[in-house]
């Protein structure tokens, strides 16, 4: 299965997506908004030609409201089309003009240099992490590119659950499951060496965050898992089918026995300027 299959098997489902970003929310430690934090102190009051990539459904976008120029427009870039719709309306609430594009990251090469005063990409760029030198040849010379990641041992605690479980089952194939295959791309511990050759400043802000459910909010967690599931399972020559209500089963009576369970969920985010075009050597 190739990643964009992979991919749209996740997020297929694009409520169920939005519905799974609120349990991550009601289940944070830290109340604040990670996208919002990304863009504090920044003036995008000249800003009018934006590009969000991976936008899904314009969670980013949105917070642009207010603080960006009366006439700016927005270009979303998903690889779901099923996203259009809501992504246009996150555009509508923000007062941005806002287009969409299905196509995934390809269509970047289709447009000038410096075409572009703001590029964002939440959570999506371990998906595509060559797109940064096409990233800093689209921004103009005063543009930004805030991008949100996630610590490199983002929910490790499921990860190693899966792992014993599959192991103990005689089941474990590959040294590291899709999902950490996926998180080493562009994480926290190697995003700033992956941007810095692009952005003459790459400024860093940490986001430390966990997941906490408690006994009692089991079947969110069970809830959270599926969702995510496929990044765990695809392409490792198992029955995600037939393994997944194992999981679930292990993982319901681990949360049991230890009274709940704490995820980790750090984030990091860079925010990058002073784009590159040609870049720099290494």
Not at 64 to 82: C, E, F, P, Y
């Amino acid at each position: 299965m190739s990643e964009q299959e992979q991919i749209q098997k996740v997020f297929k489902d694009v409520h169920e997506h939005q519905r799974v970003a609120e349990l991550i929310q009601k289940f944070s430690t830290n109340k604040g908004n990670v996208q919002k934090i990304a863009l504090e102190g920044l003036d995008f009051t000249d800003c009018r030609q934006i590009l969000d990539l991976g936008c899904a459904f314009g969670s980013f976008t949105e917070k642009l409201k207010g603080r960006v120029a009366a006439d700016a427009t927005t270009m979303g870039v998903d690889i779901i089309a099923a996203y259009e719709p809501l992504y246009l309306a996150a555009c509508g609430r923000a007062s941005i003009r806002g287009q969409f594009f299905s196509t995934g990251s390809p269509i970047l090469k289709t447009f000038p240099k410096r075409s572009f005063d703001l590029a964002l990409c939440s959570y999506a760029l371990y998906f595509f992490p060559e797109v940064i030198p096409e990233v800093a040849r689209l921004l103009r010379p005063e543009g930004i590119f805030a991008v949100i990641t996630h610590y490199r041992r983002n929910t490790g605690e499921l990860i190693d659950l899966t792992k014993r479980i599959l192991e103990t089952n005689g089941l474990l194939q590959e040294k590291d499951l899709p999902l950490e295959i996926i998180n080493n791309r562009f994480s926290s511990d190697n995003g700033e060496a992956l941007l810095k050759p692009w952005f003459g400043r790459v400024e860093i802000i940490d986001f430390t965050n966990t997941l906490v459910f408690s006994r009692e909010d089991t079947e969110y967690l069970l809830e959270y898992f599926r969702f995510k599931s496929p990044l765990y399972l695809t392409d490792t020559g198992l029955d995600a089918e037939a393994v997944l209500p194992m999981i679930l089963g292990n993982l319901e009576r681990a949360s049991s026995e230890r009274n709940g369970m704490t995820i980790s969920k750090d984030d990091r985010i860079f925010v990058c300027s002073a784009p590159r075009c040609g870049g720099i050597e290494p």
